[in-house]
């Protein structure tokens, strides 16, 4: 198991209110995240859901993968991985007002059956990253066509 955070002081260039508009608009959050398919969400109840879809990893295969996710806006939310390489993690993201930009803190137990353990923490740092570039694109876009609207 590997205990691993980011609290370097990454912001998305929109207040808290966008982001979380942002992330709870399925097609526009979906759609930002480009290595992934066939994405399904299914409500628990008024604060959880799960969330599932493919990814590809670094190889090109495709690997199913299915999170819990509870969120308590505008605060920040949970993620527990039921299914996929990190099955049995649990993540917190925290969002935190920064006028009009957000900063975004990660903190997460990570555990892998199919990854090596010297191999966990860069792979999860690098799928941070990414996940954090692709929302910050996905954050722009969906501003842009609220704008237009």
Same mark, same amino acid.
């Given at each position: 198991?590997?205990? %691993?955070?980011?609290?370097?002081?990454?912001?998305?260039? @929109? =207040?808290?209110?966008?982001?979380?508009?942002?992330? &709870?608009?399925?097609?526009?959050?979906?759609?930002?995240?480009?290595?992934?398919?066939?994405?399904?969400?299914?409500?628990?109840? !008024?604060?959880?859901?799960?969330?599932?879809?493919?990814? &590809?990893? =670094? !190889?090109?295969?495709?690997?199913?993968?299915?999170?819990?996710?509870?969120?308590? =806006? =505008?605060?920040?939310?949970?993620?527990?991985?039921?299914? $996929?390489?990190?099955? $049995?993690?649990?993540?917190?993201?925290?969002?935190? +007002?920064? $006028?009009?930009?957000?900063?975004?803190?990660?903190?997460?137990?990570? &555990?892998?059956?199919?990854?090596?353990?010297? &191999?966990?923490? +860069?792979?999860?740092?690098? @799928?941070?990253?990414?996940?954090?570039?692709? !929302?910050?694109?996905? %954050?722009?876009?969906?501003?842009?066509?609220? @704008?237009?609207?």
């Amino acid at each position: 198991m590997a205990r %691993i955070s980011d609290t370097e002081g990454s912001e998305f260039d @929109a =207040p808290v209110e966008t982001v979380w508009a942002y992330i &709870q608009h399925p097609d526009a959050h979906g759609r930002a995240h480009k290595g992934s398919r066939n994405r399904a969400m299914k409500p628990i109840n !008024d604060t959880s859901f799960v969330v599932s879809w493919e990814q &590809q990893t =670094p !190889d090109g295969k495709w690997v199913k993968v299915a999170n819990k996710i509870t969120v308590f =806006p =505008p605060l920040g939310m949970v993620a527990e991985s039921m299914e $996929g390489p990190l099955t $049995g993690s649990k993540m917190f993201t925290v969002y935190t +007002p920064k $006028g009009s930009r957000t900063e975004v803190a990660v903190y997460g137990e990570f &555990q892998s059956a199919s990854v090596p353990a010297h &191999q966990l923490e +860069p792979m999860v740092r690098s @799928a941070w990253e990414n996940s954090f570039n692709e !929302d910050s694109e996905g %954050i722009r876009d969906f501003k842009i066509s609220k @704008a237009k609207a």
